[in-house]
């Protein structure tokens, strides 16, 4: 995972998100390109704990999708792709221009049986799928999932590392001296991390607020 970070990370920028579509919305039978198409905004949910910011763009990304391989003869140009690593690939290069992107195409879909958590819908099919109305025994059990998942390293993380440092004003260095930290390694620490943060600017709409915010 440490290698994986590091090749999705430069010009100083050194964390990643994690996303994930857990269950990736997909009715049974549907291709890789139908199911791709049909979503404008891709479909995956942030797992990091901050609001999300600028999450239409992001600078680099590795893309991995389980569980939805099939091919048909359908008129499209993701359907143009002679593989389902070129479908991903496309799609994601629309969605995100300019972006280096890493994508991944794997049959098997995500296991999800016990001790996996069944908080699903009840209109997914034990395989994950998507059906017009619940099934009709309450006893059926996800049993696998297609899944969308990525870590990307996109602007938003500004506003965590922001955030961060926001949490570690000076008012609560106590603490961390009393555990043994000295307050000028705790003023280092929090240079490092502002300086983390501004590697996530793009230039488009930062105003600075958050900066002057850390600085209080």
Same mark, same amino acid.
């Given at each position: 995972?440490?290698h994986?970070a590091?090749?999705?990370?430069f010009s ?6 994690a996303?994930?579509a857990l ?8 291709s890789?390109p ?5 979503h404008?905004d891709?479909?995956?949910?942030l797992?990091?704990s901050?609001?999300?910011?600028e999450?239409s ?9 389980r569980?939805i391989c099939q ?9 143009s792709?002679e593989?389902?690593? +070129? ?5 994601l290069?629309t969605?995100?221009?300019g ?11 995500c296991?999800t049986?016990?001790p996996?958590? +069944?908080?699903?819908?009840p209109?997914?099919t034990?395989?994950g799928?998507?059906?017009d109305?619940?099934q ?5 059990a ?5 899944v969308?998942?990525a870590?990307r390293?996109c602007?938003g ?11 570690l004003r000076p008012?609560r ?9 000295? +307050?000028?390694d705790? +003023?280092d ?8 943060a ?6 488009f709409g930062a105003d600075?607020?958050?900066?002057e915010?850390d600085?209080?």
């Amino acid at each position: 995972m440490l290698h994986l970070a590091d090749s999705l990370t430069f010009s100083g920028r050194k964390v990643v998100a994690a996303w994930a579509a857990l269950p990736l919305p997909a009715l049974s039978g549907s291709s890789l390109p139908e199911v791709l198409s049909a979503h404008q905004d891709v479909p995956w949910k942030l797992l990091s704990s901050w609001k999300e910011q600028e999450v239409s763009s992001c600078f680099a990304q590795s893309v991995v999708l389980r569980g939805i391989c099939q091919e048909k003869a359908t008129r499209s140009a993701l359907h143009s792709c002679e593989s389902p690593e +070129q479908v991903l690939q496309r799609y994601l290069h629309t969605q995100f221009p300019g972006a280096f992107s890493t994508s991944h195409v794997l049959q098997q879909p995500c296991p999800t049986q016990a001790p996996f958590p +069944q908080f699903f819908s009840p209109l997914l099919t034990r395989r994950g799928f998507l059906q017009d109305r619940a099934q009709g025994f309450s006893s059926a059990a996800v049993e696998s999932s297609p899944v969308l998942a990525a870590l990307r390293s996109c602007p938003g993380l500004r506003w965590l590392l922001s955030g961060l440092c926001r949490e570690l004003r000076p008012r609560r260095w106590s603490s961390s001296c009393t555990a043994g930290l000295e +307050q000028d390694d705790v +003023q280092d620490a929090l240079e490092e991390l502002r300086t983390l943060a501004q590697c996530y600017e793009t230039g488009f709409g930062a105003d600075g607020s958050e900066d002057e915010a850390d600085s209080d």
